[in-house]
């Protein structure tokens, strides 16, 4: 079986599963909700012009509701038992990492689709260009790529779920930093070419932690 | 054994009193700072610039003995050698203990230069994005009870803290700075009477970190000794 052959497969089982249960994608999307209207309400008697938190409550917002997905995707492999199957099938471990980062992936986006209609009718705003989406892909990349691999680290502790967003946070501060400064100054009307150096930024980011990752995952699964 | 002790008591004596010089040549015989265009600061804040000969050095340490709990953290994987392990614990402490130093003395100079206590400037917040960091890293250690599962993830850990730190640092640079730059590439802003006092300090900093590295793995060392011993004897 070769690399993508066996990412790809993860990915679909993955998919299958959730198809079946809808559990990461449902308490993912509602504690994303909840946390924009919570936000909403915490901010509207003071914050004169809504459109200035808008940035920060987004990214908030995935960055909540990521880590709740993320701490479901490894659980769930645990309580299983599947993820001794996974370490035995005859392939390149990192294959698992990179299969469990791409569903992650994909669930955080799906969120962030159904999330971000939902913001613009709120606030009234558009978010809905080609820049604003590659910024979320970008930031959501680097979310997923991190959040994976301390997932992997954080179940097999005693504290578990409290652990993941402790250890996540400061190492994803720099991606929350530019994310939410993109998202703000394309909301201020900078064009595509302003956030171009920013957006570079992420991308090193993205593409850094995902070889780091790629590099000590088989310690991180080791048994 | 014997000489090795004896080796690591007289670096601890010698650091002692080459601390006590570097208190005695930064608070006395360093010439007192004068501001940018060479005018005189005013009391409070010629008598507060005093911390750099303390707050530079102990920034310096900290990020020394964050690299080194990388690089140990690094030869633990490669290797599987316990020592490694304990290298990075060791050094992770000491780089937190120097860390609150840094936050600590920075304040002290911001309240007279600033007029405040804290202001959300990158290094002071890229310090406390550190801060955490390391916090996290023992919270991590401390979750768990196998001790190779306990020194595998803390190595992972300890590896991505460390190379996060600098790309936090730019991150956060898009905003405005305040903080004085020390050096830049065509000067440094230090005058001839202050050079060598800082350099002093920067040099017996280092020694001083050495020194506590060397007794905080001996202490990891012989603690794990004793946990032996007991189980031996049936504890």
Known sequence: MNFWHAVGAIVWKDIRAEARTKDIFSSMFVFALLSVIVFNFAFQLRVADMKSVVPGMLWVAISFAGTLGLNRAFVIEMDKGSLAGLLLAPMDRAAIYFGKTLGNLLFMLIVEAVLLPLIM??????????????????????????????????????????????????????????????????????????????????????????????????????? | MQRSEQTLTTLTVIAGLAVLVAAYLALVVAPPALGPSGQNLGPDLTAAQRIIYFHVPSAWVSMLAFAVTMVASIGYLRTGNQRWDIAALSSA????????????????????????????????????????????????????????????????????????????????????????????????????????????????????YMVFLLHRMRLEETREEVEELKEQLGY
């Open chain 2, 93 to 208: 402490e000491i780089g937190i203990a120097f860390t609150i130093a840094v936050l600590g003395s920075g304040s002290v100079w911001a309240k007279p230069a600033w007029n405040t206590w804290w202001t959300w400037d990158p290094r002071l917040t890229t310090y406390t994005i550190v801060f955490l960091l390391y916090v996290s890293y023992f919270m991590l250690r401390g979750s768990m009870d196998d001790p190779a599962r306990r020194a595998r993830f803390a190595a992972v850990y300890g590896i991505f803290a460390f190379v996060s730190v600098p790309i936090t640092f730019f991150s956060i640079r898009w905003w405005r700075t305040i903080h004085p730059v020390l050096f830049d590439a065509q000067n440094f802003g230090l005058s001839s009477g202050m050079k060598p006092v800082f350099f002093y300090c920067l040099a017996t900093f280092t020694l001083l």
């Open chain 1, 121 to 223: 009718i709120f606030f009234n705003l558009s978010l809905f260009s080609v820049p604003h989406l590659l910024v979320l892909l970008l930031g959501t990349i680097g979310f997923a790529v991190v959040g994976t691999i301390f997932s992997a680290i954080a179940v097999n502790t005693r504290a578990r779920d409290v652990l993941l967003p402790i250890l996540l946070f400061p190492v994803l501060v720099p991606v929350l930093v530019s994310g939410a400064n993109m998202t703000g100054m394309l909301l201020d009307g900078y064009g595509f070419r302003d956030i171009l150096g920013n957006l570079q930024f992420v991308l090193f980011y993205d593409l850094v932690f995902a070889v780091l990752a790629y590099l000590t995952f088989d310690f991180v699964v080791e048994e």
